[in-house]
Structure formats: structure tokens, C-alpha cells
């Protein structure tokens, strides 16, 4: 009588696939949770860029000197392949484009906020409307519409 010892091929074969199945939903649950943190991160920039305009725009107001707006007005920036490209999209009102203005980073340094653009795209505001969009976009949880405007 020969006696086994060890495992046999399909238990060997059985827990390889149970290894490899936790690696793929491990995977899958950190870039899940990666993506999420991306779009929170992009949100909260937002609001702490729409707080920062707010005091800016107030000064300017009570100073009268629109001057003090941070920022390059998109009508200016109209031959920057990123603000044409946001532009085309018809997100804001082409009519108002002198109301908008593309935050760079030296601008939102001067703001004093430790935010920087996202790679290829730009924070865009408009001070009177108090409103905010990043131009490349991000996608809402659970959702196939991409975002423009933080809602």
C-alpha cells in the first residue's frame, strides 16, 4: 500500500485559484478605492478654490478694483489647447467667457492654497456666480457623466 503524503494535484490546483481570485478583488478594491480618493481630492480643491474667490471677489468689490481677481480671463486664453478644448464642450456660456477665469498654479499659489492643477487641464471660475469647474473633467461615483462643475 502506498501511503500519499502532501497534497494532491487538485488541491495544489484549487488553492492557486483561490489565490488568484483574492489577488483580483484585492486589486480591484485599492484601484476602486484610489479612484475615489482622486475625485474627493478634485472636490475639495474645488471648495476650498470656490471659498478662496469668495474673500476675492468681496475685496475686489469693496475696493472697486477688479484688478485683485486672480487669474487669466479665458477670452485671453482662448488659443491654449486645453481652454479651446473646454470651450467646445459647451459647458459654460461662450457669451460670458470674459466673466471666466483659468486659475494657473502660480495663481493658486498667489491664493495661497497648496493645490496645483491636475496634469493637463486647469481650474477655471467665475467670481460673480461664485462657481468652479476643472477643465479635463472627473466622473461621480456610480456614474457614467463626467463632471465639470462642482455640484
Known amino acids: ?12 490546483i484549487i488553492s492557486v485559484l483561490i489565490i488568484v481570485l483574492i489577488g483580483i478583488f484585492a486589486y ?3 484601484i476602486n ?5 482622486k475625485i474627493e481630492d478634485i472636490r475639495a480643491n474645488m471648495l476650498l478654490i470656490q471659498g478662496k474667490c469668495k474673500i476675492i471677489e468681496e475685496t475686489s468689490k469693496v475696493n472697486n478694483n ?4 486672480k487669474g487669466t480671463k479665458l477670452s485671453d486664453m482662448q488659443d491654449d ?13 461662450v457669451s460670458k467667457v470674459d466673466k471666466y477665469y483659468a486659475l494657473s498654479n502660480d495663481d493658486l499659489d498667489s491664493m495661497e ?12 471660475v467665475n467670481y460673480e456666480e461664485n462657481t468652479v469647474y476643472i477643465t479635463k473633467g472627473y466622473r461621480a461615483e456610480n456614474s457614467e457623466e463626467t463632471l465639470y462643475k462642482l455640484d
Open 1 to 12: 500500500m502506498n501511503k500519499e503524503n502532501g497534497m494532491g494535484i487538485i488541491a495544489i
Open 113 to 124: 492654497l497648496d493645490i496645483k492643477n491636475e496634469e493637463n487641464s486647469y481650474y477655471v
Open 66 to 69: 477688479e484688478d485683485q481677481l
Open 33 to 37: 478605492s484610489a479612484d475615489k480618493q
Open 81 to 93: 489647447s486645453i481652454i479651446s478644448e473646454f470651450l467646445n464642450k459647451n459647458i459654460i456660456d
Open 28 to 30: 480591484n478594491f485599492i
